[in-house]
C-alpha cells in the first residue's frame, strides 16, 4: 500500500529552515513548489535585487509571506512596500505585480474556491 502525499519538493518529517530551501541567483527568479491542485497552489520564491514579476492577475486570493528582504508590491494600481515578516494580500482576478527593492524571498500561497 503505497502513500500518498500531497506536498512535494521538500523533506518529510525533518524540521527544515523555510528560508534556507531556496538560494539567490543573481539575475534571477528561483521558485520551488510545494504543492499545486484545484483549490492551493504553495510556492517559494528568491527574487535577485531587481527582479520581479510583471502585472498579472491569478485566479484565487494570493497571500504573500516576505522572509527575507524588501519589495513593492502593486495591487490594483495600489503601491505597497513590504518587508520581512511582513504578509499581504492580493486578491483574486485584480492585476497584481512585484519588484524586489532588495533581494528578497517569500512564500507564495494562492487560495482558490472549491467547484
Known amino acids: 500500500m503505497s502513500e500518498q502525499h500531497f506536498v512535494k519538493n521538500i523533506e518529510f518529517s525533518a524540521p527544515l529552515s523555510l528560508v534556507d530551501l531556496v538560494e539567490y541567483q543573481e539575475g534571477q527568479v528561483i ?4 504543492a499545486q491542485s484545484k483549490s ?3 510556492t517559494l520564491f528568491a527574487f535577485h535585487e531587481g527582479e520581479g514579476l510583471s502585472t498579472h492577475t491569478a485566479a484565487g486570493d494570493a497571500f504573500v509571506q516576505i522572509l527575507d528582504g524588501e519589495a513593492s ?3 490594483g494600481g495600489k503601491e505597497v ?6 504578509i499581504v494580500v492580493m486578491p483574486a482576478n485584480i492585476p497584481h505585480s512585484l519588484h524586489a527593492n532588495t533581494r528578497f524571498k517569500m512564500l507564495l500561497t494562492v ?3 472549491a467547484d
Do not use: E, P
Not at 31 to 34: C, D, L, V
Open 31 to 34: 521558485s520551488r513548489t510545494f
Open 40 to 42: 492551493l497552489s504553495l
Open 73 to 75: 508590491v502593486n495591487i
Open 81 to 86: 512596500q513590504v518587508g520581512t515578516g511582513q
Open 111 to 113: 487560495i482558490k474556491g
